[in-house]
Every structure is written in C-alpha cells, then in structure tokens.
C-alpha cells in the first residue's frame, strides 16, 4: 500500500523530502519500518526519525547516512503493508484501491479506467481514460459527492455523474 513518494533529499545527512500520499501524515510516526519500491522489489527500512517542512514529510532512515546515498532514492515510492493501514471511515478508499477502476454513468455507459489520480487543493480528481478505444481523450472527474455516486470495491466499479461540461475535457 503507498503511503508517499520521495521527491528530493533534505540536508546533508540522509534525509528524506516526502510528498504523502495519506490523509494523515501523522501515520509515519506509527510506523517502525517502511518499504522502498526499487524496481520490482521492495526493500524494508527501520524510521530512525520523522519530521514535517510545509506539505513534505522529512523522513529518515537507517543506513542512509548522506546526502549522496540518499539522492539515488529519488522518485521511488514508499509502501507499507496493507495489514498497517489505517482503518477508514465509511465512503473512504484507499487511492491504491482506485486505479484501473472501471467507471460507468448513472445510465450505465462505459467510460473506462481510472488511470491517473490528481491531487489538488480543493479535490482530488480521477483521469479516466477509455480502454476500448484508440482514442487518447480522457476525462477528468472531480471526487465530490456531486459526481461520485458509488463506489464498489468487490465489482471494482465506481458509479459517476457528469456534470456539464466534464465530457469536453
């Protein structure tokens, strides 16, 4: 399960810049370890430290002691077991959940997979693209209760209503 992406390194002593990709960046203080996606495969870090700098999460690890050991890690994902994410609320998802979603209209019209999500200010907002056509036009839907009518994790179906104008994205 993600929980951030390393963008850039802090300081000179090994530290890391990390955008999270939670809703609660206090979740890292919970954590004993981390995985680093290098690749296709995962290597598991203890925490020696965690601070906070605006919207980053500064983030150290054992035996990544500079800054030169560290700048090879930029870009790599952070991941955690699935069993160590935090419970949810009802109507929540984890993102990790969303992506390839197939996303159909109130009317049952097939729109495609969700294959990008934005992170903005005020909402996230999901790319859908469609599959079945040659076509590189996507659509992009804002995550409010406006548009989200269902989300249905076990058919992994995600219900929508367009609202005017979101078709000529």
Known sequence: MEIGTIVNTHGVKGEFKVIPSTDDV????????VLVEVG???IEFPIESVRYFKQFVLLKLK????MTKAERFKTYVLKIPRELALPLDDNEYYIGDLY?????????EDLGEIVDILFTAANDVYVV??????SSKE????AIKDCIKDVNLKENIMTVHLLEGLREL
């Open 26 to 33: 206090t979740r890292y203080e919970l954590l004993d370890n």
């Open 40 to 42: 296709d495969e995962l």
């Open 63 to 66: 035996g990544i002691d500079d």
């Open 100 to 108: 390839n979603m197939k996303v159909v209209t109130e009317d049952g």
């Open 129 to 134: 693209k469609d599959s079945s056509s040659s």
């Open 139 to 142: 659509i992009l839907i804002p």
